[in-house]
């Protein structure tokens, strides 16, 4: 009993679950304390969730393509309006951290990072991005996501980020996060 209980252990894994789109302007309200509880019926343990907008964490023994079917048939039943979303592991987050530029621990007006997400067509997303006139900002692809850093706030309304990123197709299938939420995420994956 004790091996298979070890066995388990050995096989869970922490995730970061990241959905867009919530609680965003009184529209597609979600309940954080009620979305975790349904978390733990589907079988995750260790639930938590960070800020209002959609940043959740879990354990599970679950492969991450088993994971992936688990979570889109709940959300399909329970929250149909949710289609967008992220899921990495706690080493996915250590590994990309690892390899950021050091200039994302410099300061700037805004850090924000672009999120992959489950059905998003990353090549499509890196071209348009690749092929944008950069000005004052400036931009690192990662593993788990676009890393994009702007410098001056009087000339954001200037930037690509501004007037082109919001328009690019790709956009309503990314999930956004802060430089700050994003190192939040990473305090809480590590959390037991």
Same mark, same amino acid.
């Given at each position: #009993?004790?091996? %298979?209980?070890?066995?388990?252990?050995?096989?869970?894994?922490?995730? %970061?679950?990241?959905?867009?789109?919530? +609680?965003?302007?009184?529209?597609?309200?979600?309940?954080?304390? =009620?979305?975790?509880?349904?978390?733990?019926?589907?079988? #995750?343990?260790?639930?938590? &969730? *960070?800020?209002?907008?959609?940043?959740?964490?879990?354990?599970?023994?679950?492969?991450?393509?088993?994971? @992936?079917?688990?979570?889109?048939?709940?959300?399909?039943?329970?929250?149909?309006?949710?289609?967008?979303?992220?899921?990495?592991? @706690?080493?996915? *987050?250590?590994?990309?951290? %690892?390899?950021?530029?050091?200039?994302?621990?410099?300061?700037? !007006?805004?850090?924000?990072?672009?999120? !992959?997400?489950?059905? @998003?067509?990353?090549?499509? #997303?890196? +071209?348009?991005?690749? &092929?944008? =006139?950069?000005?004052?900002?400036?931009?690192?692809?990662?593993?788990?996501?676009? !890393?994009?850093?702007?410098?001056?706030?009087?000339?954001?309304?200037?930037? /690509? !980020?501004?007037?082109?990123? @919001?328009? %690019?197709?790709?956009?309503? &299938?990314?999930?956004?996060?802060? /430089?700050?939420?994003?190192?939040?995420?990473?305090?809480?994956?590590?959390?037991?």
């Amino acid at each position: #009993m004790v091996k %298979a209980s070890w066995i388990n252990l050995s096989k869970m894994k922490r995730y %970061a679950f990241l959905v867009r789109g919530i +609680n965003v302007g009184g529209r597609h309200k979600v309940v954080m304390e =009620e979305f975790c509880h349904e978390l733990k019926e589907l079988g #995750m343990s260790n639930v938590s &969730s *960070y800020i209002n907008s959609g940043n959740f964490f879990f354990d599970s023994s679950l492969m991450k393509v088993e994971l @992936l079917l688990v979570l889109e048939r709940f959300l399909n039943k329970t929250y149909p309006f949710i289609k967008v979303f992220s899921l990495f592991t @706690l080493e996915d *987050y250590q590994n990309e951290v %690892a390899s950021l530029p050091k200039w994302w621990e410099d300061d700037f !007006y805004r850090k924000d990072v672009l999120l !992959y997400t489950e059905r @998003l067509d990353k090549n499509e #997303m890196r +071209n348009v991005i690749e &092929s944008l =006139e950069l000005g004052d900002e400036i931009i690192h692809l990662g593993q788990l996501g676009i !890393y994009w850093g702007k410098f001056d706030k009087s000339s954001y309304n200037q930037t /690509a !980020y501004h007037k082109k990123l @919001l328009k %690019a197709p790709f956009y309503p &299938s990314i999930t956004i996060r802060n /430089a700050r939420t994003f190192s939040k995420i990473g305090q809480f994956l590590r959390m037991k």
